[in-house]
């Protein structure tokens, strides 16, 4: 299965971390949905895209910076990734994000623990 990658960043002040980030990397901000914010390489030039993740704090035991697999099917991807040796951490599920497929995904530990993201591909026209 192929995947793409996004770089999330957990920001107890994602403007600054914006403002720093689009700067460092020469990005844009693509969009803006509460808690997050996108940014991306102007052009999309196949560089992945960094998610600033807006949180109180970040809880012990988290990474504040993780990947995000973009995948067609989830749950498959899931289930190939337990068979290498990831385990589900937890499932999240988001109303309100205006897309279906948007509103569930699921939080991994690779096998040395560290977290990571399983997420419905984006469409080309779809911002969320």
């Given amino acids: 299965m192929t995947a793409s ?3 999330t960043l957990d920001a107890v002040d994602p403007d600054a971390a914006v403002a720093f980030w689009s700067k460092a990397l020469g990005y844009e901000v693509l969009y803006t949905r509460e808690p997050y914010t996108v940014l991306g390489p102007p052009g999309d030039d196949g560089r992945p895209r960094v998610l600033i ?3 109180d704090a970040v809880p012990d035991g988290k990474t504040p910076v993780h990947l995000d697999l973009r995948v067609d099917d989830p749950d498959a991807e899931v289930a190939r990734l337990e068979s290498l040796g990831a ?3 937890w499932e999240v599920n988001e109303s309100g994000c205006g897309q279906p ?3 569930r995904w699921t939080v991994m530990r ?3 623990g560290t977290h990571f993201c399983v997420c419905p591909a984006r469409a080309d026209a779809d911002p969320d």
């Fill in 5 to 7: 990658i996004e770089v």
């Fill in 101 to 103: 497929r948007c509103i």
């Fill in 110 to 112: 690779d096998p040395q």
């Fill in 53 to 55: 993740q807006r949180v």
């Fill in 87 to 89: 385990s589900v951490a």
